[in-house]
């Protein structure tokens, strides 16, 4: 057994706009080329097409008799998306014995998350819309409805893990 000791996990610190850590991690995973200001400029383009879009949607939905809506962080949205996205297990392939099995194994939460980011960001590049900031915030509001192409993602791993559940006895 070796006597080196484990790594501590660096939590990233909170961005300072929204003074949320998610949303660092979503800074991180759409970085390209080490390029962290077109990065953070995307990610919060994005949250700010979703802050004007719940704002229209519920002043439409607002009657004349009530107060105007207050602005609210899009960070709610962001979260649900994330919670809706994030898969409980996932498939890895495991060799025995000549043969290789899918192996369903549960995911921690902080793979789980990242997972879920690392999907969201992959469906908006694959996005129609004319900008990066446009598919990032269509995909997190069509996340946080539960449809998309990340939710997908997330029930085709989920079917492949059922299929797959026979061989849940070669964990390792």
Sequence with gaps: MSRRNRAQRVLPEPDSIYNSRLVTLLVSRVLKSGKKSLAQKIV???LDIIEKD???SRLA???ADNEAPVHETPIPVLEKAVKNVTPQVEVKARRVGGSTYQVPIEIRAYRGTNISLKWITESAREGTSKTMAQRLANEISQ???GRGNSIRKKEQVHKMADANKAFA????
């Design 143 to 145: 996340a946080a409805e």
């Design 169 to 172: 006895h070669f964990k390792y």
């Design 61 to 63: 939905g607002s009657s």
């Design 44 to 46: 919060y383009e994005a």
């Design 54 to 56: 719940s704002f229209r």
